[in-house]
Every structure is written in C-alpha cells, then in structure tokens.
C-alpha cells in the first residue's frame, strides 16, 4: 500500500516556525524525487519546494526561498520541510508529493502522481 504520511503542522504566530514531515510507507520512494506543494480555499494548488532523490538539487517557489528549507533522508524514506520566518500567507493545507524518475522543475510545473493527505499550518499574525 503506496502511502505518504505528512506531520507536523499546527498554528503558528507570525515569525514562528514549523518542521514538517513527510513518511513514505515503501523503501522505493527513496528512489522518487518529493517535494510539498500547498493550497487554500479558492485558490489552485501552489508549489512549494522539491528535492531530487539524491538530494543533490532543490527548487524553491520565490516566495519561499530564503525561509524554507527541504531536505530528505533516504534511510528512513522521509522529507522534512523547515519553515522558518512564517507569514500569515503561508496559510494552508500543505499536502507531500512524490513521483518516480521526475526532474524536480517538472514536479514543480505539474506535480508528481502519488501525494500525502494533506496536513494545516495556520500562520496568525
């Protein structure tokens, strides 16, 4: 059973942080490149960060860059996703993605096939 498991959000206030988590259920994910896209009511679905499998190359929306930080740890098939410096725009249901064989600029045009169920971070000013 193909599973990603997201933890660690929660309500923040403005300038806080929040670690997030992302669990694959299988030993291949480690092999996939994972990212986290979010989204809000109203909205279409916003990417976030990704990392390639190796880990060697990440990508960062603009609005993020310099605040969030993704990194991944094979061995124990999960991503991390640091968010430091929180704004109230960073309001949303963040939701882990991982595809096979995909570039990380890729993932972030389209998104990968399989995704998490999506977790809250509320970001209060």
């Known amino acids: 059973q193909v599973q990603l498991v997201e933890s660690g959000g929660g309500s923040v206030q403005a300038g806080g942080s929040l670690r997030l988590s992302c669990a694959a259920s299988?030993?291949?994910?480690?092999?996939?490149?994972m990212g986290w896209f979010r989204q809000t009511p109203g909205k279409e679905r916003e990417f976030v960060a990704a990392?390639?499998?190796?880990?060697?190359?990440?990508y960062y929306a603009d609005s993020v860059k310099g605040r969030f930080t993704l990194s991944r740890d094979n061995a124990k098939i999960t991503v991390y996703l640091q968010m430091n410096s929180l704004k109230p725009e960073d309001t949303a249901v963040y939701y882990c993605n991982a595809d096979s064989l995909m570039t990380v600029e890729a993932m972030a045009r389209v998104g990968g096939d399989v995704w998490g169920q999506g977790i809250q971070v509320i970001v209060s000013s």
């Open positions: 299988e030993q291949s994910f480690a092999t996939y490149a």
């Open positions: 990392v390639s499998w190796g880990g060697d190359i990440t």
